[in-house]
């Protein structure tokens, strides 16, 4: 039962990264659009720069814990480089560059972080050690 409940939590921790991701790629793509409608919305809080660290921190947070977890379960190298990888790419991109050229590097970097959510899920719907194949779809 125990092995059941850390299934559904890594299986939720890479969703929720996945999304997490996928969503900063988005914020990121859509910047300049959200620049002009959302003071007009009355939303600008959400431009501020403090939301954008806490969401870069929030996705590289549950992908360093999901894919080291990941790692750990299936020894697949490839998780850690797609952490490595991507982390470096967001972080040279919108922390260290930061203008809009940082977008290059951030907005791959982010998409490469819920790619790699998705072959973690992936990794674990077909391993005995996490319980996947004992517990229907999820």
Not at 22 to 35: E, G, M
Not at 52 to 68: K, P, R
Not at 100 to 118: Q, T
């Amino acid at each position: 039962m125990e092995d059941q409940v850390e299934f559904v939590n890594h299986s939720r921790l890479d969703r929720v990264g996945a999304l997490l991701s996928f969503t900063c790629a988005v914020h990121c793509l859509a910047f300049p659009l959200l620049v002009v409608a959302l003071p007009w919305l009355g939303l600008s809080f959400l431009l501020g720069r403090k939301l954008e660290i806490l969401f870069i921190m929030g996705s590289l947070s549950l992908a360093t814990i999901s894919f080291c977890w990941g790692y750990r379960l299936h020894r697949k190298i490839r998780l850690l480089l797609i952490l490595y990888l991507c982390t470096g790419m967001i972080v040279i991109g919108k922390l260290w560059i930061g203008d809009p050229r940082g977008l290059w590097l951030a907005v791959p970097g982010a998409l490469g972080l819920a790619a790699g959510h998705l072959l973690n899920r992936k990794l674990c719907k077909h391993c005995v050690e996490c319980g996947h194949l004992h517990h229907g779809n999820e």
